[in-house]
């Protein structure tokens, strides 16, 4: 069984400042995880992913994540936030291929930006 | 490449009566198609796996005599909502896979209101 914990369901920062959002994830196989950003009313858009390869992955508009097993951790950083982050941010593991293909997501982190 | 669209974007339905919801990947085909649903500040919840040709896979509580999904062709999934409740309202969300692909690519969502 497969599932993710989203430490945070909401978090706030000033435009400029870091961004962390947290995420723990549990799996009984080695996992693929990935984040994902969704906009008010809007579909999914992928920032990045892990899929056994670099444990610290870059993804689109300047984010990244570490994947570390022995914290069994994916958390999601960037080093200057921009107004245009607000958003909520989806942690999610994909199980083995023979089981499915499928996504399991996290409960969401809202991401607040102050100017 | 790999985009995945929904039409309509938005629909507003009486209850009692069926709505139907078209998700299309526009430039590869798709052998699975999943389709989401997600309620109000909360995450995305898979409903049910569809590959070409084959009925679909069903997640444990979702209705499938209520919630009607076909996969006829390598790019296009249908979701039908039948009899439709205010409860049923929420956000719909498909994604699409192409065979030996294992990455699912998101649509923009549905945004279904049932009065």
């Known amino acids: 069984a497969q599932s993710v914990t989203q430490l945070d369901s909401h978090v706030s920062v000033s435009e400029g400042t870091p961004v962390l959002l947290r995420c723990n994830y549990s799996?009984?196989?080695?996992?693929?995880l990935f984040w994902y950003v969704q906009h008010p009313n809007k579909g999914l858009q992928l920032l990045l992913k892990?899929?056994?390869?670099?444990?610290l992955v870059k993804g689109i508009n300047g984010f990244e994540a570490e994947f570390k097993k022995s914290e069994t951790s994916f958390h999601l950083t960037k080093p200057s936030a921009h107004m245009s982050d607000a958003a909520e941010y989806f942690c999610?593991?994909?199980?083995?291929?023979?089981?499915?293909?499928?996504?399991?997501f996290g409960a969401g982190t809202i991401l607040r930006v102050k100017s | 490449g790999a985009v995945v669209s929904q039409h309509p974007s938005r629909v507003i339905c009486k209850s009692g009566t069926s709505v139907k919801i078209e998700c299309r990947s526009l430039?590869?085909?798709?052998?699975?198609m999943f389709w989401y649903r997600q309620f109000p500040k909360q995450s995305l919840m898979l409903m049910a796996t569809?590959?070409?040709?084959?009925?679909?896979?069903?997640e444990q509580g979702v209705e499938k005599d209520k919630f009607l999904i076909n996969h006829a062709s390598l790019t296009l999934s249908t979701l039908t909502v039948t009899s439709a409740h205010p409860e049923d309202s929420s956000f719909y969300i498909c994604?699409?896979?192409?065979?030996?692909?294992?990455?699912?690519?998101f649509g923009p969502g549905t945004r279904l209101t049932v009065t």
């Open positions: 994604s699409a896979s192409a065979w030996a692909s294992y990455e699912q690519y």
């Open positions: 799996s009984s196989y080695s996992p693929s």
């Open positions: 892990y899929t056994s390869a670099a444990t």
């Open positions: 999610v593991v994909r199980g083995p291929r023979e089981y499915g293909n499928k996504l399991v």
């Open positions: 430039d590869f085909q798709a052998t699975t």
């Open positions: 569809s590959n070409e040709g084959s009925k679909a896979t069903y």
